[in-house]
Structures are given as C-alpha cells and as structure tokens.
C-alpha cells in the first residue's frame, strides 16, 4: 500500500512549467495537477508503507526537504491520510482519465459510513481519511472526451448527484484540475 499525501500549492507566478519539471524530479512525486484559485498545483507523493518503517515520517521530510524548499513555492498546505482505500485498476494511470479531487465534510462519527459508500461509487477510485479541516478526500476518475459532456461537467455530476445526496455528507469541496502530469507509466 502507498501512503500518499496530497499538498496544494501557490507559486511564483509565470514558473509554473519549470515548477512541474523539478517537482516530478523528486523520486517520490506521483503526480502534478495544474489548478485554477487560490492555489497553482495539487502535488501528490507516496512512499511504499511496506518497504519504510515510518512513511510519514518520510513523507514529511520530503515535504519539507525536498518540495518546500523549490525556488519559487511561496504556499504549501498538505494533509497526509491516517487511512486509505484504493481500487487495485486505479495503479495504472490512463491519459484518457481526468481527476478531481473532492474535500468532503460528514456529521460527526460519520467518515466510515461515507467512505464506504464513496469507495462503493465505480468513479471513485481513492477515498482517504484526512485530518484537518475536511473529513474525507475522495478522488473522482472520469474519463476524457471531446465532445460535451467534457470532464468538468461530469466530475461536477458525480458530485452533485452523488456524493452530495449521501445522507452523511455535509458539505463539499470540490477541484478540477485544467491539466495533469502523471510520473508513472500510463496506458
């Protein structure tokens, strides 16, 4: 199982390609997704739980030795989950899938119940556990098309028909990236 960790970041503006280029540089960056707001990029990690005795431990000494001190990241705000579950044909990444990445909040006691049924959704392919502000990250993989409905607009149906109907579910929050790099190999 990969431990992952998920850091949105604000960046001096007009480096943004040079920043993709030196974060993907970094052995265990997985992802690069290009946003539009108050942040810049979603930056996505793993470390192999398995193969270290502390991987967050590792992860947060990567976080703050190798990506936070990047010439031009001026913000970083990261969560690590305390758990995770992925769907197994979620490890091959396809450049024909788009993200989004959706910050759930639920009724107090309540994260299990909606984990479960979010993991239960077939566009959902990763939900995790998170500290913080938020209860829940769920990432939502649809595919890319052409012609309408584009990405976007079924990311957001996901959600608004979903995720949002779920008894349990508060509130959300959600991002759509306009791009993505993926490290590893893609079919």
């Not at 990506?67 to 690590?80: C, H, K, N």
């Not at 091959?92 to 909606?114: C, H, M, N, Q, W």
Request: charged fraction near 25%; hydrophobic fraction near 40%.
């Amino acid at each position: 199982m990969i431990l992952k960790s998920f850091s949105l970041i604000k960046v001096k503006p007009g480096i943004e390609k040079d920043l993709v280029k030196k974060i993907l540089k970094i052995p265990e960056a997985l992802e690069v997704h290009s946003i539009i707001g108050e942040h810049d990029f979603i930056v996505i990690l793993g470390v192999e739980e398995v193969l270290t005795s502390d991987p967050w431990g590792k992860l947060t000494t990567i976080l703050t030795d190798n990506l936070r001190t990047i010439a031009g990241i001026l913000e970083t705000q990261t969560v690590i989950p305390t758990s995770s579950k992925m769907k197994d044909e979620h490890l091959v990444v396809s450049s024909k899938l788009a993200r989004g990445f959706i910050y759930i909040d639920t009724k107090p006691g309540r994260e299990a119940t909606v984990m479960y049924k979010l993991f239960q959704m077939k566009e959902i392919n990763e939900v995790h556990l998170i500290p913080g502000k938020h209860d829940i990250l769920g990432i939502v993989e649809v595919e890319k098309t052409i012609l309408p409905p584009r990405y976007p607009d079924l990311i957001q149906k996901v959600v608004v028909d979903k995720i949002s109907e779920l008894n349990d579910v508060q509130n959300t929050e959600t991002i759509i990236p306009d791009s993505f790099n993926y490290k590893y190999s893609t079919s």
